[in-house]
């Protein structure tokens, strides 16, 4: 168990420019999250994958953004067309679909968009 | 719609002084209940975590908290504080009908000075 992690930690990238963040599970779990977090608030839930079938978006993700997972292991958020509200930590969880479904963090990507 | 309350956003305390931060949640049905941390320069990890049974729960690090369903509560708590316990916690909840996703509070600063 190496834990989750996500790649890379920063990014600092113009307006308009489109970005991909990776996110890699821990191997056994079935179930990925993202989050996003700006300054001073809490995650905020973005999309959801059991497996590689992606079950629930949330309406804070555009049509500017897209995630896949697509052999139910590492995940990809993509955000096109980058806007300066964009910056923000976006954060990774994995977790069994049993037991609780206690999540996992991986350390996030930094993104800033100047 | 759900929203988790935390009471303070920052909280400054001496080292052996007590802790309690205040987490509230609005919906009505089943729901898990978790405490996660963050220490500087790292990730969010779990302190502890309400599934059912003993509203009484116990993490790491000396923490507990406290569910109080008639509350909508779930109090973290600890009686003697370190400077290592610095850090920012949230308080997080997931409804059982909601694949796992988690609505996060705002989170609360902890700064303990020596």
């Known amino acids: 168990d190496t834990g989750v992690s996500q790649n890379p930690r920063h990014k600092i990238t113009k307006r308009g420019q489109n970005v991909t963040f990776r996110c890699d599970p821990i191997s056994e779990h079935n179930r990925l999250y993202w989050y996003r977090q700006t300054l001073g608030q809490g995650p905020e839930f973005l999309t959801y994958f059991q497996n590689e079938a992606q079950l629930e978006k949330s309406r804070l993700l555009s049509d500017r953004f897209s995630a896949e997972r697509p052999k139910g292991s590492f995940s990809t958020l993509e955000i096109q067309r980058t806007e300066q509200r964009d910056s923000a930590m976006y954060r990774c969880?994995?977790?069994?679909?049993?037991?609780?479904?206690?999540?996992?963090f991986g350390p996030g990507t930094r993104l800033t968009v100047t | 719609a759900q929203s988790v309350s935390q009471h303070n956003h920052h909280v400054i305390l001496s080292e052996a002084a007590s802790l309690e931060l205040g987490c509230n949640y609005s919906?009505?049905?089943?729901?898990?209940l978790f405490w996660y941390v963050q220490y500087p320069g790292q990730h969010l990890q779990l302190l502890l975590k309400?599934?059912?049974?003993?509203?009484l729960v116990k993490g790491i690090k000396g923490f507990e908290a406290e569910f109080i369903k008639s509350k909508f509560s779930f109090n973290l708590r600890k009686p003697s504080v370190q400077w290592s316990d610095t850090a920012e916690y949230f308080c997080a909840v997931n409804r059982d009908d909601s694949w796992g996703k988690l609505q996060f509070g705002a989170g609360t600063q902890v700064v303990v000075t020596p």
């Open positions: 969880a994995s977790s069994l679909s049993s037991g609780g479904n206690e999540q996992y």
């Open positions: 919906y009505g049905g089943t729901v898990n």
């Open positions: 309400y599934f059912s049974g003993d509203p």
